[in-house]
């Protein structure tokens, strides 16, 4: 893709397909998942029939050869209808299947990816803890090595994926030992299944209501040591890599329901009459219309230069931080002007743009916070690279957590 921003003409047929797919499968439906809270199971299995799940993976693992990009249009167009089945979609082809693809040894690729890839089962990526968010270095849970398994003990927390009936297992990361005074984190394979690896029920969140998203809980959970992913102590890099791509997906989600915004917001004020004229006439409601559009499609560019680097294999981590942010936040903007220009309307649940307020919000906060993303973007400005934990370490402590007398 070059600086005319032309899309290719396979990226183009993807995209037009995830759209019809969108506005004729999966839109007629949202509202209804949504309220029932339901995980939609039928709409999942035709995304995997369409080959959605595999589309930035080669097909020598199950997947369809599509690059990045094409990947990010299609979860747009599918985010732009759901974003509970955007984030099932994401979960599973950028926090789920990417470290078994990055960092797996042939065996692991073989095992899992084709099944995945198909759709047909779902893997998680068991990240935050209770304690370990942001501050994902901070992770408590613990896998010992007795003889040829791990012993897992621990808690993750807000984990998609691993709960519904085709779900598989979870990739967790867990503290396998300690070097230089630091925990060395480490990235494991857990199936579904496994006595002492547990799932709670589902939480009750603010959105994303067709989603699955609940605690996991391992209990002297026993697991063979050839279920390490890459290298023992690896971990820490391995999910910064993959969050990496991930934000850069998020962003794509967030477009799409950005663009849900807008289209609800066209379609409304070229109906709705006030003082004997359409909404769309007054040149207040004009002035938003054009303020969405122009952040929304700023957002947009941001996530096809930062896709495009991953594509290319270019460092990305600046850009994907800043498609994150921007995205997240253009999002919100714009799910709070819906309403406010849908009015009393806005407010009803009989409109999707109520539906979209409620989603909107935990994108900035998943895969890394908006506060996050702006240490990321300034780490690298500052020469820190690209290590949040860097310039969190460069300001002192204040002196309640230093010590009786120390000042900063």
């Given at each position: 893709m070059g600086l005319n921003f032309e899309l290719t003409e396979e990226?183009?047929?993807?995209?037009?397909?995830?759209?019809?797919?969108?506005?004729?499968?999966?839109?007629?439906?949202?509202?209804?998942?949504?309220?029932?809270s339901q995980f939609p199971y039928p709409i999942v299995a035709q995304m995997g029939e369409l080959g959605l799940f595999g589309l930035p993976y080669p097909e020598a693992v199950g997947g369809a050869g599509?690059?990045?990009?094409?990947?990010?249009?299609?979860?747009?167009?599918?985010?732009?209808?759901?974003?509970?089945?955007?984030?099932?979609?994401?979960?599973?082809?950028?926090?789920?299947?990417?470290?078994?693809?990055?960092?797996?040894?042939?065996?692991?690729?073989?095992?899992?990816?084709?099944?995945?890839?198909?759709?047909?089962?779902?893997?998680?990526?068991?990240?935050?803890?209770?304690e370990a968010g942001s501050d994902a270095g901070g992770t408590r849970t613990r896998a010992a090595a007795q003889g040829s398994d791990f012993v897992v003990d621990g808690t993750k927390c807000f984990i998609t994926n691993a709960g519904t009936e085709i779900s598989r297992g979870?990739?967790?990361?867990?503290?396998?030992?300690?070097?230089?005074?630091?925990?060395?984190?480490?990235?494991?394979?857990?199936e579904r299944g496994t006595p002492g690896y547990t799932q709670a029920p589902p939480y009750r969140k603010l959105g994303w209501h067709a989603s699955d998203t609940r605690e996991l809980s391992f209990n002297s959970c026993r697991v063979p040591r050839a279920n390490l992913l890459g290298r023992e102590g690896g971990g820490f890099s391995q999910f910064l890599k993959i969050l990496?791509?991930?934000?850069?997906?998020?962003?794509?989600?967030?477009?799409?329901?950005?663009?849900?915004?807008?289209?609800?917001?066209?379609?409304?004020?070229?109906?709705?009459?006030?003082?004997?004229?359409?909404?769309?006439?007054?040149?207040?409601?004009?002035?938003?219309?054009?303020?969405?559009?122009?952040?929304?499609?700023?957002?947009r560019l941001m996530v096809w230069k930062a896709g495009t680097l991953l594509d290319q294999g270019k460092p990305a981590g600046r850009f994907a931080a800043m498609a994150k942010l921007q995205a997240s936040e253009t999002a919100t903007w714009c799910a709070n002007q819906a309403v406010q220009i849908h009015g009393g309307a806005g407010f009803m649940e009989d409109l999707p743009v109520a539906r979209y307020y409620r989603d909107v919000k935990v994108n900035e906060i998943g895969e890394g916070t908006s506060e996050?993303?702006?240490l990321v973007i300034a780490s690298h400005l500052l020469g820190f690279s690209g290590s949040v934990t860097k310039l969190i370490d460069s300001v002192p402590e204040p002196s309640d957590r230093r010590g009786p007398g120390r000042t900063i």
């Open positions: 990226q183009a047929a993807i995209r037009q397909t995830a759209r019809e797919f969108a506005d004729e499968v999966v839109a007629p439906r949202a509202a209804e998942f949504d309220r029932e599509a690059d990045l990009i094409s990947y990010l249009l299609a979860l747009e167009e599918v985010s732009r209808a759901d974003a509970s089945l955007g984030i099932t979609l994401e979960a599973a082809v950028s926090l789920g299947m990417a470290p078994i693809f990055e960092f797996g040894t042939a065996e692991q690729r073989e095992r899992y990816l084709p099944e995945l890839c198909a759709g047909r089962a779902l893997w998680a990526f068991g990240l935050s803890e209770p979870v990739t967790i990361t867990a503290v396998t030992g300690s070097q230089g005074g630091r925990n060395q984190i480490s990235a494991i394979l857990v990496e791509a991930g934000r850069v997906a998020i962003a794509a989600l967030s477009v799409g329901v950005a663009q849900a915004c807008l289209d609800a917001c066209l379609g409304y004020t070229q109906q709705r009459r006030q003082f004997g004229r359409t909404l769309s006439r007054f040149q207040a409601t004009q002035m938003k219309l054009a303020d969405m559009v122009t952040q929304i499609e700023l957002a996050v993303q702006r």
